[in-house]
Each structure stands twice: as structure tokens, then as C-alpha cells.
């Protein structure tokens, strides 16, 4: 069933809330597949400056929800 999913999504936007080691890894994942992934982190987060850092598409919360077609909260 998850792969039917990953399949459906390819061509869209993931938004993942969460920088830790379960989105990163997932974000890996998706990308690895096809798929378009963006964080939404709050500025004020630490994790904000190691997705940065880490060369991720980072955007507030408000914004990534906006722009995504799937939103994931890890």
C-alpha cells in the first residue's frame, strides 16, 4: 500500500514537518523516488539552522503547508 503511495505522489510537493533523524531520512527516501520534499521548520527552532546548513529547501510551517500537496509530521 505505501508504495502505491509513493507511486501516486510522484511530480508533487512533501511537506515534513520535522528535521530529526525519522524526516530526514524519509525526506531521503521520498527524494530518492521522485519526489519534490520541503521542510516546514520555525526559524526560532534549532533545527531551522541544520536543515539550512544541510543544503534543505527550508520554509515556515505556514508556508511549506501552502506550497505542498502532502504534508507529513514527523
Known amino acids: 500500500m505505501y ?3 509513493i507511486m ?3 511530480n508533487k510537493t512533501v511537506a515534513i514537518f520535522g528535521y530529526r533523524e525519522d524526516g530526514k531520512s524519509h525526506a531521503e527516501y521520498l527524494r530518492s523516488r521522485g519526489i519534490h520534499v ?3 521548520i520555525r526559524e526560532d527552532r534549532d533545527e ?3 536543515a539550512m546548513t ?3 529547501y527550508v ?3 505556514e508556508e511549506a ?4 500537496d502532502i504534508v507529513q509530521v514527523w
Request: no cysteine; charged share 25%; net charge negative.
Open 3 to 5: 508504495e502505491r503511495w
Open 8 to 10: 501516486d505522489a510522484r
Open 38 to 40: 520541503i521542510f516546514g
Open 48 to 50: 531551522w539552522g541544520q
Open 54 to 56: 544541510d543544503g534543505q
Open 59 to 61: 520554509l515556515s510551517p
Open 65 to 68: 503547508a501552502a506550497q505542498a
